[in-house]
């Protein structure tokens, strides 16, 4: 997550997972939401930044690519085990 501490990344990323795992009706714990969400705010910010060359800054832009890049993890995973 872009300009954000350890801590506060944190807690954004189980901010992010616990509001995409309540959007996409999953079942995971207090560690995934905080994996999930962290990972989606990196692979989200990644394609924002090769495709627009910038991305969100601040904890609420963050939180947004947090939950949307959440989101676009638990569909991917579920296309693959093919339960979309």
């Known amino acids: 997550m872009e300009g954000l501490g ?3 990344t944190i807690i954004v ?4 997972g616990w509001i995409a795992e309540k959007i996409m009706k999953t079942d995971t714990g207090l560690l995934a939401n905080i994996i999930i969400g962290i990972l ?6 990644a394609i924002l ?5 910038y991305t969100f800054g ?3 832009g963050q939180l947004i690519v947090g939950i949307l890049g959440a ?11 093919g339960r979309a």
Request: with cysteine.
């Open 58 to 60: 601040g904890i609420i």
């Open 13 to 16: 990323g189980g901010l992010a």
């Open 40 to 45: 989606g705010a990196v692979v989200l910010n």
């Open 6 to 8: 350890w801590i506060l």
């Open 71 to 81: 989101c676009i993890l638990i569909w991917l995973y579920r296309l693959i085990r």
């Open 49 to 53: 930044v090769a495709i627009l060359g």
